[in-house]
């Protein structure tokens, strides 16, 4: 009998609970289903343990859970309204874009403080369908996680007034060193070899193939190098 009770009581706060999840979800705006940032992924990690502790155990008071859930709705609420109103509040509890990518060259310091690796970065270009570091003017990890790219130019998807006269060429490259680690398959692959590759280097003066934090070979077997100190000063000014 207690069985059958407790079983009640957890369908009763399903069917509750669901629709003021739904109610408080709108309530709180697309921010917190879609971009996520990290107040809002933060409140909903709360509004879950919130809510599956109510389910789960039959002992807990089903009110004080309906009136956390909206209480934090009303807290998210507020914040949203006072990171408008103050923009350092609105730093404070976003991160700001960090450069990970400029003219080409990875930004390594930043991409140290975010814990994003070589493949992290490169995934999320191809996620972009950019298959070449070296059309990249810039790149920048949002506060959200997501990836924004800029490509040069020169690079930038044809326009519909010019596709009568330019046809964009297919554009891909093959990593061959990795975080100063040369990528023997692929340059097997390619049907090249590791002296073919140290001489590109000498070309561009770089004789230590510990300088290069990532090398790439396009479709013209031309040597794309970022190395791990490069003489530019990537600044892109955008701030929240």
Do not use: C
């Amino acid at each position: 009998m207690e069985l059958f009770i407790d079983v009640v009581k957890v369908l009763f706060r399903i069917i509750t609970i669901l629709p003021l999840m739904l109610f408080v979800t709108l309530f709180m705006g697309k921010r917190s289903i879609g971009e996520l940032p990290v107040f809002d992924f933060l409140v909903i990690l709360t509004l879950g343990s919130v809510v599956g502790a109510d389910i789960a155990d039959p002992s807990v008071h089903h009110l004080p859970t309906v009136g956390a859930i909206i209480a934090i709705a009303l807290l998210q609420r507020l914040i949203a309204w006072w990171k408008i109103k103050n923009h350092h509040i609105g730093r404070l509890l976003s991160f700001e874009p960090t450069l990970v990518i400029y003219e080409g060259q990875f930004h390594i310091e930043n991409m140290y403080k975010i814990h994003y690796s070589i493949d992290n970065v490169l995934q999320m270009l191809r996620e972009k369908n950019v298959f070449r570091i070296e059309d990249v003017h810039f790149a920048l990890i949002e506060a959200n996680g997501e990836l924004s790219v800029k490509l040069k130019p020169a690079k930038e998807a044809v326009k519909v007034e010019d596709v009568a006269t330019v046809r964009p060429k297919t554009s891909i490259e093959y990593s061959v060193i990795m975080d100063g680690r040369i990528q023997q398959k692929t340059l097997s692959l390619l049907g090249l070899d590791e002296a073919w590759l140290k001489e590109e280097l000498l070309k561009k003066d770089i004789i230590h193939i510990q300088e290069v934090f990532y090398a790439a070979i396009n479709e013209e077997n031309k040597l794309h190098v970022s190395l791990r100190n490069s003489k530019l000063s990537p600044t892109i000014p955008i701030f929240h």
